[in-house]
C-alpha cells in the first residue's frame, strides 16, 4: 500500500456483534463496502501494538476498495507512563526439521510504542498511545490533517492560472514539514496529532460523505471540476472510458505521481476540451482540478483499435470475468472487449490485459513470497486453531535474516472438522505454476457427503523423502494424532521412504498405506502399453471379493502372462479392494487431491488464492 489511507475510527462506544460481523452500536452506522460479490464482513482485528496496525493495513491493502479503514474504537483508560521506542516485534522463524517443530509466533507485550525496521514493507508509524481517536492516519512519510483545518486551503497544487507551469509547486518544503510533525516517527508522548483532533468533523461525516468520496461515477456522465477518485490509476481508468465510450481520443500531456493532464488529439484543431487532476493534499484523493467540456469532437469509428484501449484498461474491464473463471480464453476475452465497446483489439493485448488482471486478483509471485509471512499471520488471527509451520536457513553474514525454504499450514477449522471425518488422508504433490520452482503438497479427506475436505498444505522446494516427511511428520504432531488413519497416495519413493520411517509416525498401527488404484494402473501401462490390460488392472484392484480379484487377474495372466510379473513387487493388501481389510471405506483413488491440483493449475500467481479459497 502506497499513498495515503483514510482511517475513519469511530469511538465512545461498544463494539457488538450483527448480520455483518463486527459493527458499532453507535451512529454513524457503518455501510459495508461493495467487493463485486456481495457485502464485506468484519471481523474484529485487536489493535494492540504496531504489529496489528501493520496488519490492518495490509488486510485493507489486499480488498477492495483500498485505502479506507473503519477502525471501532473501545476505548479505556490506561497509565501512561514514557518507554524508550527501541522494542521491536519481530517475527520468530525458526528452522525445523522431523525432530523439531516450532509453530510460528508472535510475541505481544504492552508497549506503547514500538519502532519496525523491515525492510519487505512500509514503515508504518503510527503512535497508538493512550486513546486511538484519529480520523486520518497515514503510510510512509505523509500527515495530510492537521488539526482544526478542514477546508480545501491546503493544496498540493495551486490551481487556476491556466499554465501547465504548475509543476513548481513547494513540494519539498511540504514534505520537511510533515517529516517534523512525526518527529521522525517515534514518540514519546502522543503526538499533537491524536490529542487535539477535531470531534465535530469526525461526527460530521456521514454516509453521503462515503459513496461521494469512492467516486460512484458513471462513464455515461459528463465529468466535472471536483469530481474525486481514490487514486491516479481510478481517475486515468474513468477518464479513458469516458473517451472510448464516446469513441473520442486524448493525449497525455503531463503525468506525474500526483498530477495528471489531457486534452484532445484534435486540440490542433481547435478544440478545447482539456482536463486536469491531482492529488489534493487536504483529503488524499484525486481531484479534477480543472475542466473544459463536455467533449463534443467526432471521430472516425475505427473497429481496430482505439489509443486508450490498452492493456490495462482492458485489465480491469475484465477483472471479474477472469477473477470468477481464471480459465477464461483469450478469444472469449476478445469477444467480451468486442461486444462491450466495438474495438477489434490484437490477441496480444488481451493476453497482456488477462496477465494484468490476474496480478490485480492474485498479486505476483515476488509480492506473494514476500507478504506470505503477514498473510499466514492474518489467517491465524482469523482463523483460531490455524497451525502455520516455516522451515528456513539462516544467510550467512547477514545478521540473523532467513531464506524462506518451506511453508506448512492447516487452517483451524479443517483441523477441528476432521475430527469428524472418516479416517482417510489423501496425500498428493503438483507442480506449482510461475516463476519460482516449487512444489505444493496437499492433503484431504472426504467428508460425510463424499465431498472433498480440505486438511492441509505446504510449499516445498521438491517431492523428496526429506520433503514428505517434514510434510506427514508435521502433520501427524500438529494436525491429528487419531490412529488407524488410512493414506491413500501414489508409489512416490518420497512417500514411501516417509512412511517407512516409524519417526514420521505413519506407520502401522498408526496408520495404513495404500495406494491410488488409478495411479498403480497407469504405472502399469506406463510399461505395457495396452489399454484392455490396464482396464483389467483397474477392474481388478476394484473388486470387493477375493474370488472375483482372482478371476480378473486369471483373465490377465491369459492375455498377458508375463505381466504378472509386475505385480510381485506389489502388495497385494495395498492396492485392491477385496484384500484392503475394510481401511479404505472404500475409497480407491486420490483423484479427489487432484480435483485441487486442477483448480489450482495455471493460476500463475495464486499463493494469496490458496489461502483464502
Ligand atoms: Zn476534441
Redesign the pocket.
Known amino acids: 500500500m502506497d499513498g495515503y489511507t483514510t482511517v475513519l475510527c469511530y469511538t465512545r462506544s461498544e463494539i457488538i456483534d450483527c448480520e455483518f460481523g463486527v459493527s458499532y452500536n453507535r451512529p454513524p452506522d457503518k455501510v459495508p463496502f461493495p467487493n463485486g460479490n456481495g457485502t464485506v464482513n468484519y471481523v474484529p482485528l485487536p489493535i494492540r501494538d504496531d504489529g496489528d496496525v501493520r496488519i490492518m493495513f495490509t488486510v485493507v491493502a489486499q480488498s477492495p476498495p483500498p485505502n479506507t479503514i473503519e477502525m471501532y474504537c473501545q476505548t479505556s483508560s490506561i497509565d501512561y507512563h514514557p518507554v524508550p521506542s527501541s522494542f521491536t516485534t519481530p517475527l520468530h522463524i525458526e528452522s525445523l526439521g522431523p525432530s523439531q517443530h516450532m509453530v510460528e509466533n508472535n510475541t505481544y507485550s504492552p508497549k506503547y510504542m514500538q519502532s519496525y525496521d523491515n525492510d519487505m514493507e512500509p514503515t508504518v508509524r503510527v503512535d497508538m498511545a493512550g486513546v486511538t481517536e484519529s480520523i486520518v492516519m497515514t503510510v510512509g512519510n505523509y500527515v495530510d490533517i492537521l488539526p482544526g483545518i478542514d477546508d480545501d486551503n491546503v493544496e498540493l497544487f495551486d490551481e487556476d492560472d491556466g499554465n501547465e507551469d504548475i509543476m513548481d509547486m513547494e513540494d519539498n518544503e511540504n514534505t520537511e514539514n510533515d517529516a517534523s510533525l512525526l518527529g521522525g516517527g517515534e514518540h514519546d508522548v502522543p503526538s499533537p496529532i491524536f490529542r487535539e483532533l477535531n470531534w465535530d468533523v469526525i461526527n460530521s461525516i456521514t454516509d453521503k460523505d462515503l459513496i461521494a468520496r469512492t467516486g460512484l461515477w458513471n462513464e455515461s456522465d459528463e465529468l466535472f471540476k471536483g469530481l474525486r477518485f481514490e487514486s491516479k490509476v481510478d481517475l486515468q481508468y474513468a477518464v479513458k472510458r469516458y473517451s472510448i465510450c464516446r469513441n473520442?481520443h486524448l493525449i497525455v500531456i503531463e503525468s506525474e505521481p500526483d498530477f495528471w493532464v489531457v486534452k484532445?488529439k484534435?486540440w490542433s484543431e481547435g478544440?478545447n476540451?482539456r482536463l486536469r487532476a491531482c492529488r489534493r493534499k487536504c483529503h488524499g484523493l484525486f481531484e479534477i482540478t480543472k475542466y473544459i467540456g463536455p467533449?463534443t469532437?467526432v471521430y472516425p469509428k475505427l473497429s481496430q483499435d482505439h489509443s486508450q484501449l490498452d492493456s490495462t484498461f482492458i485489465a480491469r474491464e475484465v477483472q471479474n470475468v477472469v477473477q470468477s473463471d481464471h480459465t477464461i480464453s483469450i478469444a472469449a476475452l476478445h469477444q467480451i472487449v468486442k461486444d462491450k465497446f466495438g474495438y477489434n483489439v490484437h490477441y496480444k493485448r488481451i493476453w497482456e490485459a488477462k496477465r494484468k488482471a490476474m496480478i490485480r486478483i492474485f498479486g505476483d509471485w515476488d509480492e506473494s513470497y514476500q507478504t506470505l509471512p503477514r498473510w499466514m499471520n492474518i489467517i491465524k488471527l482469523t482463523n483460531p486453531g490455524t497451525k502455520v509451520v516455516w522451515k528456513t536457513s539462516l544467510l550467512a553474514g547477514c545478521n540473523g535474516n532467513v531464506r524462506f525454504m518451506r511453508v506448512f499450514w492447516a487452517f483451524g477449522a479443517c483441523v477441528e472438522g476432521f475430527k469428524h471425518c472418516r479416517p482417510i488422508i489423501q496425500i498428493d504433490g503438483t507442480f506449482l505454476y510461475g516463476k519460482y520452482i516449487g512444489k505444493l503438497l496437499i492433503a484431504t479427506s472426504i467428508d460425510a457427503n463424499g465431498h472433498i475436505f480440505p486438511l492441509a498444505f505446504a510449499i516445498v522446494e521438491e517431492e523428496s523423502s526429506d520433503s514428505w516427511s517434514w510434510f506427514l511428520y508435521i502433520l501427524r504432531t500438529q494436525v491429528t494424532q487419531r490412529e488407524g488413519i488410512c493414506l491413500i497416495s501414489d508409489r512416490h519413493a518420497g512417500i514411501q521412504a516417509a512412511i517407512r520411517d516409524p519417526s514420521v509416525g505413519w506407520s502401522p498401527p498408526y496408520a495404513h498405506h495404500r495406494y491410488c488404484l488409478r495411479h498403480v494402473a497407469s504405472n502399469f501401462n506406463d510399461k505395457y502399453r495396452n489399454k484392455m490390460l490396464k482396464d483389467l488392472v483397474y477392474r481388478a484392484g476394484s473388486q470387493h471379493q477375493p474370488r472375483k480379484y482372482e478371476a480378473c487377474m486369471t483373465e490377465l495372466k491369459q492375455l498377458d502372462e508375463k505381466c504378472l510379473e509386475w505385480f510381485n513387487r506389489l502388495d497385494t493388501k495395498k492396492w485392491t479392494l477385496a484384500h484392503d481389510g475394510g481401511h479404505r471405506y472404500g475409497w480407491m483413488t486420490t483423484n479427489i487431491a487432484e480435483c485441487i491440483n486442477g483448480v489450482l493449475k495455471g493460476l500463475e500467481c495464486c499463493l494469496s488464492l490458496l489461502l483464502f479459497d
Open positions: 473520442q484532445c484534435k478544440c476540451w467533449h469532437c
